[in-house]
């Protein structure tokens, strides 16, 4: 294990024992929980670990908000709207703090860990009892123990970030869940902020991360998605160096894990040796998540992405040629600055040729701090809705004509939910990442079944049982 990026032991140590203190402090409290999340898998994993910690203090998960005498918001700040989104919700509270002095209120992720963030939040919401950055997760038992004797707790590091192994996790799935393998991103896209508030790219030991899935595995999780803002770039330092070697060692050391996904995938990294393993790993989903951004190069290249349309189309072409069956999803921007009506054309035609089975559209917001939000020749929004439109309107299109060769197939569906209806409709995804409702219960809920596809509804596959 690189020594250099881990958290010490003696701040581990810190962080347990006083997790100890407030156990004992709280437990005749019984204090019950609620934490709101946003943003990506990363910050859902660093909820588990929160509820994890919280679980160890003695706390209990609330069965409503409204209930809850800790409340914490892990916040994420990619786009304008997901910060608004939980500054109304901060705000909401401050009726039943006044109320309810004992409620404690923490903000943490990565809104927090941009620039003097922490203060303004103070400022604006000083009814809020601690703020926390990304790099001080671990630290959060010190954190909650101050807050507990009426200390105002602002704790936030400018540091490249480090990896602390070992924190306690409250996975909320029961048959699917997330492994991290690297943390933080080096990539620099010029519109993105994740980088600034993630740290500098770093990845786990390979044996840490066998380790986690063969446990998740023996409690019964049948699904596992190894997680990094780009995993392509993986390079461990225990002799596991890349990531289609990860993806192979996780894959023969865990015979019992039923599916491996990954996400999310750099189209600059995608090696020959990656798609090789996604062909030959039988537990390893035939589905990738290759954000492309844009169709057209002149914004790829103001977007720093590193690729070209047309290298971009040669890894498509190649990952269908070693995995016929392989279904891609993407992320797509519109409306980056300079972006004209031609390049956007360029976009549409990309996804014309590609042929997505999910594309996650999402409009260009300015991030303070990231190169492109001073850039001149803004979008107006305007424009950049009505790209957003056209494009989700020439997207669902695209799918509703690519699901049609599914009918008549036959696949595994990992079930995960049942629609109660007149006739109760299982679904779940086949390892390809396709949707599918068939008529069943409840019991099915976490087991893998066979189906056979019958029908193309409202863009999602209808299918039946036939195992
Ligand atoms: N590491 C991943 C995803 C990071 S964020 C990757 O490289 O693909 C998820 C998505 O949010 C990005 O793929 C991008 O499409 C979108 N995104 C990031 N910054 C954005 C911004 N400033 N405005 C709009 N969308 C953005
Ligand atoms: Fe952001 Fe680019 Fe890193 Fe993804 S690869 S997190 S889009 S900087
Ligand atoms: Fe994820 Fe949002 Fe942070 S997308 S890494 S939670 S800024």
New binding site residues.
Partial sequence: MRKDILISEAEMAAARAAAGRVKEEIAPLGLTYHIESYGCQMNDHDSEKLAGMLEEMGCTKAADKADAQVILFNTCCVREHAEQRVYGNIGALKKRKDENPGLLIGVCGCMMQQKAAGDKLFRRFPFVDMVFGTNELHRFPNIFESALHEERILAVRDIDGEIAEGLPVLRSGTFSTNVTIAYG?????S?????YV?GRERSRDSGAIVEEVRSVAAAGFKEVTLLG??VNSYSGDDGVTDFPTLLRVVHDSVPDMNRIRFM?S?PKDLSPALMDAIAELPRVCKHIHL?V?SGSNRILRLMN?RYTRENYMDEVAELRRKVPDIELTT?IIVGFPGETEEDFQDTLDLIKQVGYSAAFTFMYSPRKGTAAASMAEQVPDEVKHDRLQRLNALQAEILKEGNLKYIGRTGEVLVEGCDRRAEPMAYGKLSNFKMVYFPGGEELIGSLRTVEITANQNNSLIGRLID
């Fill in positions: 991103c080096d990539n620099f896209c519109y993105c902020i994740v980088p993630r803002q780009n999310t750099h954000p951004q992405r992320d």
